[in-house]
């Protein structure tokens, strides 16, 4: 039972270049969600979807595209990152409603030189 | 927006101590959540408790909904529950979390 994955777990790349953080979930949960974690800051939600092809903004979206043509997969694209976007990146899914256990990936750590 | 204001920030334990950690919040609840992070980075849930007292082996939490706070306790602390607590209150299906508190029990 794999649970909720990450990948890459580790990420080093250069301003201006695309990247995408991939998450995987083998429950079938309807929701998934991208949050970034930064020292002063806590965890902070970037976008969420409810359902495959339904995805809508967090808190921080700028910067960020997300697609869910799946309901196991919720790739985030950094399309052109910046050094503002290094960070840890966890990816997180439920089953349902917001009184569900939200269950957390492991995290990608990413760094924009 | 939501407000959530943890304290204290960062917390030191001898092993075998018990402590209290605070989760203010600035709306109504109707869902709040707390997480512990390890010192690995993995995030586990908790607790969901939108209202009242449960308990789960040596930590237990209570919220107060109407005074808009909640509090974890960790009684007779172990150094494996170092680590970061964070509460998380949601709006519609969105998590707001609170900065965290950072927990180090020591031998």
């Known amino acids: 039972d794999a649970g909720i994955t990450q990948s890459p777990r580790y990420k080093i790349t250069e301003t201006g270049r695309q990247v995408t953080l991939m998450c995987h979930q083998t429950?079938?949960?309807?929701?998934m969600f991208w949050y970034r974690q930064d020292l002063g800051h806590g965890l902070r939600l970037i976008y969420y979807s409810a359902a495959a092809d339904i995805t809508d903004k967090g808190e921080v979206p700028d910067g960020y595209v997300v697609s869910r043509s799946k309901t196991e997969n919720f790739p985030l694209t950094l399309e052109s990152a910046t050094r503002s976007q290094t960070s840890v990146y966890f990816c997180a899914s439920r089953v349902g409603g917001a009184g569900d256990t939200q269950y957390f990936g492991p995290g990608t750590r990413l760094t924009v030189l | 927006g939501i407000q959530v204001e943890q304290s204290p920030p960062d917390l030191i334990l001898q092993e075998g101590a018990n402590s209290t950690l605070r989760c203010n919040f600035s709306d109504s609840v109707n869902n709040l959540q707390w997480f512990h992070q390890n010192p690995w980075g993995q995030l586990i849930n908790l607790f969901y408790?939108?209202?009242g007292t449960k308990q789960n082996g040596r930590l237990s939490a209570t919220t107060v909904a109407t005074e808009r706070y909640s509090l974890l306790y960790i009684s007779s602390s172990q150094t494996t529950d170092s680590g970061v607590y964070f509460c998380g209150k949601a709006a519609g299906n969105k998590l707001t979390f609170g900065g965290g508190t950072r927990v180090l029990v020591k031998p």
């Open positions: 408790i939108p209202s």
């Open positions: 429950w079938s949960h309807s929701y």
